[in-house]
Antibody, heavy 119, light 106 residues
Framework: VQLLESGGGLVQPGGSLRLSCAAS????????MRWVRQAPGMGLEWVSG????????DYADSVKGRFTISRDNSKNTLYLQMNSLRAEDTAVYFC?????????????WGQGTTVTVSS | SYELTQPPSVSVSPGQTASITCSGN??????ACWYQQKPGQSPVLVIY???KRPSGIPERFSGSNSGNTATLTISGTQAMDEADYYC?????????FGGGTKLTVL
């Protein structure tokens, strides 16, 4: 069971970036998926979530209107399109698998990909 | 918006019991879970649905949740348990994390 993020990097303020998260070892299409970020030296912050089928999405207020979560169940891949990036979006971005139970714990995490927003 | 509050730091001697609290309005009416994160690593789920341990998590980790407070208890704390711990709850389709607690084993 594995999640592997990619797509991070250095981007200027106002720029865009698309993160990917490749899943393996479980039935990807059966589980909700989430993005969580961690700014340098800070705690965990939930960013966005998407239902198993992709029909329902949610966003933290801090990214609403700028970020879009999506998934391709045929490719076992989760995405996060990030537009209008700001310095405060600088963080390690983790994708995580919802355990599918009441309480929605995240039982599998990726290794993270680093996004740096700076001129 | 819903908030979860954790103490910034907790210290414990090796072999003793560590308790980390997580406070939120009527948190006992929701499910709480806990993550352990060591420096440079991804978080690891150690407790879910208030009291359950995922496979591979040592029995010394236990949880409770009642009223406004969820508690992570580590019995017989070992040096390897030194880490940051985060509580998390689900509130009306959004996920809320506590601010994290740094557990020091000294």
């Amino acid at each position: 069971v594995q999640l592997l993020e990619s797509g991070g990097g250095l981007v200027q303020p106002g720029g865009s970036l698309r993160l990917s998260c490749a899943a393996s070892g479980f039935t990807f299409s059966s589980y909700g998926m989430r993005w969580v970020r961690q700014a340098p030296g800070m705690g965990l912050e939930w960013v966005s979530g998407i239902s198993a089928g992709g029909g329902s999405t949610d966003y933290a207020d801090s990214v609403k209107g700028r970020f879009t979560i999506s998934r391709d169940n045929s490719k076992n891949t989760l995405y996060l399109q990030m537009n209008s990036l700001r310095a405060e979006d600088t963080a390690v971005y983790f994708c995580a698998k919802d355990d599918g139970l009441s309480g929605h714990a995240f039982d599998i995490w990726g290794q993270g990909t680093t996004v740096t927003v700076s001129s | 918006s819903y908030e979860l509050t954790q103490p910034p730091s907790v210290s414990v001697s090796p072999g003793q019991t560590a308790s980390i609290t997580c406070s939120g309005n009527n948190l006992g009416d929701k499910y709480a879970c806990w993550y352990q994160q060591k420096p440079g690593q991804s978080p690891v789920l150690v407790i879910y649905q208030d009291t359950k341990r995922p496979s591979g998590i040592p029995e010394r980790f236990s949880g409770s949740n009642s009223g406004n407070t969820a508690t992570l208890t580590i019995s017989g704390t070992q040096a390897m348990d030194e880490a940051d711990y985060y509580c998390q709850a689900w509130d009306t389709s959004t996920v809320v994390f506590g601010g994290g607690t740094k557990l020091t084993v000294l």
